[in-house]
DNA sequence: AATGAAAATGATTGCGCTATCATAATTATG
DNA sequence: CATAATTATGATAGCGCAATCATTTTCATT
């Protein structure tokens, strides 16, 4: 027995409407004295426009406060100015580095972003994805490369460039911006074997690509003659104190390692933390390194050898690779792959 | 029925269409057999189609890979199913928290964020809010409450519900979700008198509702009896090093503190790296009191104390009230004024 | 002036979807 | 069984804008 939905008030929905939804195209037209289709082009191709057409346009914008609805242009233009970018968290510093500068990017460009994020969660992933496909983006941003095979059918046959950031890998989407975590993992091993560690353990997060450079360090590790790499697993999210008290657990096991290599500066604080607490001198009793390079990992005390990343770089390679893609969409799609790289920062931890 | 107006005709333009926008509803209901709107409703409304009509829909969807156009859905029905989300900048900590428990709890309800990074220029704030409400976003959520008289006018007039957080105020566009700055400020300066400081000193970054803590912290110490309080500002955004060298300018200013209050947990930390530096005994030689409780606050040495906000639960509060408006938007407008509190928390640096 | 090219403007149509109203199919009621 | 009440489905008409093509105006050139 429910009521039945009642319309809107007959009285003057129109009215009401426009009070709701503002000012439309025409209501702009008929203040400026030119028809709907010149506004249109006065606010989009200014340059197709006489001056004095563009005038009265631009009065009439002001008098009447006109806001051109987005969704109206999107779906006729079949240009949503939207990019979609799909990170796993924004609460992760590098993250939310390289969201910012591409957003600042995208906004210069009149472009807006819409943000995705998968949580490290397999799960929603493909659910969210049709979400946020469903705004058909012009352009979407994913963070690494292992996206299942029905994402990768659909994003190939769609058509949507897309940038693969925070990776390499030899059989892109289309666009990839990143580094090696292959090269990390394996350049890590050798700073600090070149340094004279030799007892190696890990702390490492579980996510994709954490693994990558954890399986790439032991390859490494294991050419160097090293085999016995004690690890333990965080699994995601990280936080300095999984990081604690999973070295904890490696160090209560019997393990003596002299350096713990980090899946990221988060979990090597917990690392120095846990450290400090033994009364443990670094790096002498146990050397840490880290990954990510935080903004405070050279002010902590001792200060955090690291991984640096720029994600204020990778966010602006990114943005400029797409806009490149925008305004040229039929040029032949070269394969683009940028390589951020990294640098392996030697500070007091070891 | 003959087909009275065709639509595109001549070579592929409908496959070429289809190839990049993919399908449409019409697809979807030729292959499931009903009509567009019964795919429409088997989408949006399952509970008024019969159990027979929505298994041949979800067929069909799945069949021809259907993503509904929500450019067009939103311009049909007059709902973006998006929320406006303006923040300084993702790139701190709370804010990020904050957006993160936000579109977590919004996306639960099928509504997604669209996020506006006012990078706390006043300049760009009124251009990137027309670009955003360009979207026509069902609901608005604002960092503080100090904005433009036009936003004001123009954001009371359109009618969708806002959300100002971060902040208490007398007279809120519509709802309010925050904390008092100026009893923080206050709290703050009672907290530390009555922990036997008398010789303060302040840190803070120049933005709006840091300087209303700063006012009403000096306010406080003034009927105390203290009104020498040696002030650096730091221009945003505030940063480790920016603090570091704003209470190294006032300690060579000759200022001899007991204690420095500072905007955010990061300017504190550089106050610590300074006082480690100086070979200084924290709290003994020099106290330092945070704001914002960054996560690794309980982890530096010394521990710093601190003012703790939960991030999460204003985002969770925002969404709450947001949905709420929307499931029921015209009921009664009961002005909405959740106070999120803060709690300060002392540690060793005090 | 005459002519054509270029620039500026306009009329029409439809993007893909949902609101609205109308109708058909089902169930409840006496 | 007829009738009303209740579903379930469909037809139609826009939402506000830009693509497309058609038309008018302006300007350069002979």
Redesign the pocket.
Known sequence: ??ESKN??NKDMPSAR?NQA?GA???DVAKVAG?????V??A??RP????E??REKVRRAVEQVG?I??ML??G?????SKLVAIFVPTIAHPIFAEMVQALMDELSRAGYQAILGLTGYQKETEETLFNTILGRRPDGIVLTGTQHSELMRRRLIASGIPVVEAWDLCDDPIDMLVGFSHEQVGREVARHLYAKGYRRFAVVTAEDARGMRRYHALLDELHHLGIDDVPTAFIPPPSSLNAGREKVCELLDAGHRPEVVVCSSDTVAQGVLAEAASRGWTVPKDLAVMGFGELSNASQVYPSLSSVRLDGDRVGGQIAQALLERFKNPDAEIAPLRIDTGFTIVDREST
Chains 1, 2 share one sequence.
């Open positions: 027995m429910s319309k809107f409407r939804s439309t195209l025409i030119v028809s709907p289709i010149t249109s082009r606010l989009n340059d197709q426009v006489s004095k057409a006109y051109p609805n109206a242009g779906l006729a233009s079949r240009q």
